[in-house]
Nanobody, 118 residues
Framework: QVQLAESGGGLVQPGGSLTLSCVAS????????MAWYRQAPGKQRELVAY???????NYADSMKGRFTISSDNAKNTLFLQMNNVSPEDTAVYYC????????????WGQGTQVTVSS
């Protein structure tokens, strides 16, 4: 069982920056693909970015160049640096851990609200 706890959400002005954090309850990097998803009101949850088991970062096309995903493996922490945000980035952001090693397992955090508004 993996528990994920997000933090760092809040209110940010358009054009501003915000960094989200996700702390995992155990050692996850190398075993799980670690990802950020988001869900805006009235919309489906969508993938923002992920770090593969091998450590490669991948982004949804619309997030490239503005968002940066990174990790501190020693602290079991995943980050999402969000730059030049716009109101369209307003959503609940979720941390996700997924693996198909020795059976498929997937875990979600409770989410953290990001609101972009002036």
């Amino acid at each position: 069982q993996v528990q994920l706890a997000e933090s760092g959400g809040g209110l940010v002005q358009p054009g501003g920056s915000l960094t989200l954090s996700c702390v995992a309850s155990g050692s996850v990097f190398g075993t799980y693909r670690m990802a950020w998803y988001r869900q805006a009101p009235g919309k489906q949850r969508e993938l923002v970015a992920y770090i593969s088991r091998s450590g490669n970062a991948n982004y949804a096309d619309s997030m490239k160049g503005r968002f940066t995903i990174s990790s501190d493996n020693a602290k079991n922490t995943l980050f999402l640096q969000m730059n030049n945000v716009s109101p369209e980035d307003t959503a609940v952001y979720y941390c996700n851990a997924w693996t198909a090693l020795m059976g498929t397992r997937e875990y979600w955090g409770q989410g953290t609200q990001v609101t972009v508004s002036s």
